[in-house]
């Protein structure tokens, strides 16, 4: 499996993935057609679109792909009517395949409703769109708190050397985040020195992983003792430490 990772927008990344053993060639959120063609077309196809969620800034390419390559799009089930050109409807826990290569769904609800993750667990790699980002998590437009939490959950029970590959630039600002609110993580200085290094070089920080996120990701750590002292609520759940963060982080 080799991934490219595309510049789209201002701050989202969208990925093609091309399984050189089967010749697929597959993008993940395409935000826009100009540049995610410019690297398609380097492979002259496209076989599949994956969409996580069915936000402008992750499907807006859709069609204009789906008709130039005749891809085949996959996504939620229940966004089946807000997923532009979907074509093969996906359930919770469902495995399905692009070419040779394997992936399993992971329904994230939170974010959006239909929010899905793809997870190949063979490549150790997870695609999780606007639901867990570099040292952050998205924020909960259509799901509840306690929906965005479980989400998170179920990511941060992935094994801990899969590769995370989000649908957003966000790191600096969820750094700057985490340094405020979590200053005595100790691990948060080491992670600084390395986003500020890929972000000097032009670099995307992404991909992260989960070992990184459980060390550093503060909404990975609602459970960490020593957060919830600093934040001043020793007493308060991971579900109410979760809440409070995200209302801070949406102010932020
Ligand atoms: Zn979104
Ligand atoms: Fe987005």
């Not at 959120?29 to 057609?33: K, N, T």
């Not at 979590?182 to 691990?187: A, G, I, L, R, T």
């Given at each position: 499996m080799k991934i490219e990772t595309i510049h789209c927008l201002s701050d989202n990344y969208s990925y093609l993935i091309f399984d050189e053993k089967a010749n697929t060639v597959s993008i993940i959120?395409?935000?826009?057609?100009s540049s995610c063609d410019r690297i398609i077309s380097k492979y002259k196809k496209l076989d599949y679109i994956l969409n996580t969620h069915h936000h402008s800034d992750h499907v807006d390419g859709n069609l204009k792909l789906k008709e130039k390559y005749k891809a085949k799009i996959f996504g939620f089930k229940n966004d089946k009517n807000r997923i532009p050109g979907i074509d093969f409807l996906l359930k919770d826990g469902e495995v399905s395949k692009i070419g040779n290569l394997k992936f399993k769904v992971i329904h994230v609800p939170g974010h959006t409703s239909g929010h899905i993750a793809f997870y190949f667990e063979d490549e150790k790699v997870v695609f999780t769109g606007d639901t867990l980002f570099s040292l952050g998590c998205g924020r909960v437009f259509e799901g509840t708190n306690k929906e965005m939490y479980q989400s998170l959950i179920k990511l941060k029970n992935l094994p801990i050397n899969t590769k995370v590959f989000c649908g957003h630039e966000y790191t600096k600002k969820n750094l700057d985040f985490c340094l405020k609110y979590?200053?005595?993580?100790?691990?948060l200085v080491e992670k600084a020195k390395f986003i500020n290094s890929k972000l000097n070089n032009s670099l995307p920080t992404i991909p992260t992983t989960i070992e990184e996120e459980l060390k550093t990701n503060i909404f990975l750590r609602c459970d960490n003792h020593e957060l919830k002292k600093g934040l001043g609520y020793n007493q308060a759940s991971d579900q109410e430490i979760f809440n409070k963060l995200r209302g801070l982080k949406d102010a932020f």
């Open positions: 959120d395409p935000s826009e057609f979590d200053n005595s993580n100790s691990q």
